[in-house]
């Protein structure tokens, strides 16, 4: 199982694969941006995405969209985490298909959780 861990910031790639590597049979896969999590997405098989918004070129929520615009991945989970201090932040992540909404700073079990839950679906 392939979570793939979408943020341009190492520490918080390094705090949630800390989180998941509980998770049995869980492969981490960290991006640095949007794009090469787009190219990971058409080369590789992933069982769910985690995203932060705000990532260099395009945003985890343009992310969003692209992975929800391509009929192959109209069902894979999609987890989002930011900093955000917009209050509409969280309801358009949803809007746009994400699954759940993280806030940071965020609780790595709380995430563990939810992603368990949607992948076990």
Do not use: W
Request: with cysteine; charged share 20%.
């Amino acid at each position: 199982m392939t979570i793939l861990l979408v943020d341009d910031s190492e520490d918080c790639i390094a705090t949630l694969d800390l989180a998941l590597q509980t998770l049995p049979g869980v492969v981490i896969r960290p991006s640095l941006s949007a794009e090469a999590a787009l190219v990971t997405l058409e080369s590789d098989t992933v069982s769910a995405v985690i995203t932060d918004v705000h990532l260099p070129e395009m945003t985890g929520l343009e992310l969003v969209t692209r992975i929800r615009q391509n009929p192959r991945f109209r069902s894979l989970p999609i987890l989002v985490v930011s900093a955000d201090a917009d209050p509409s932040t969280p309801g358009r992540a949803l809007g746009l298909g994400a699954n759940a909404y993280f806030a940071k700073p965020f609780s790595p079990s709380a995430i563990r959780k939810k992603l368990e839950e949607l992948i076990h679906a």
